[in-house]
């Protein structure tokens, strides 16, 4: 995954989200945040850039104050794409498993792959 700091490179996803509302509504507000100066330390991550199958947008990891906060430990997502969904669930390092997390995101499929990964690593979900 590689994190978007260029504005140029917001600006076009902010646009690009735009098209696909409200489905990518939890992801647009952060990307949003992020390029009108980030107040909040998050930062926007994409599997590959500019043809996105993936977006994922979270807190810098500096920033994690308590590994149990699942409230500020708050991931927003956007796919294109089924396997991009499992394969950052499953193994990405962007998803710290170690810490409790919530996953906010709009489409359907988020709720079964989330389950299906974390059974599959004897995970409990709630």
């Known amino acids: 995954m590689q ?4 504005p140029a490179q917001l600006q076009l996803l902010e646009e ?13 507000g952060t990307v949003m945040m992020v390029a009108r100066g980030n107040p909040a330390a998050h930062e926007v991550l994409v599997d590959s850039w500019p043809n996105f199958g993936i977006i994922l947008t979270r807190l810098r990891p500096e ?13 927003a997502v956007f796919y ?5 969904l499992r394969a950052l669930l499953g193994g990405s390092e962007a998803v710290v498993q170690a810490r409790a997390f919530q996953i906010l995101g709009m ?3 988020l709720e079964e792959a989330v389950q299906d990964v974390a059974g599959a690593k004897g995970l409990q979900v709630e």
């Open 63 to 75: 920033e994690h104050k308590d590994p149990r906060d699942h409230y500020i430990n708050q991931l």
């Open 80 to 84: 294109r794409d089924k396997g991009a």
């Open 107 to 109: 489409q359907e499929g």
């Open 16 to 28: 690009t989200l735009r098209k696909s509302l409200p489905t990518t509504l939890p992801v647009l």
């Open 3 to 6: 994190i978007l700091r260029c």
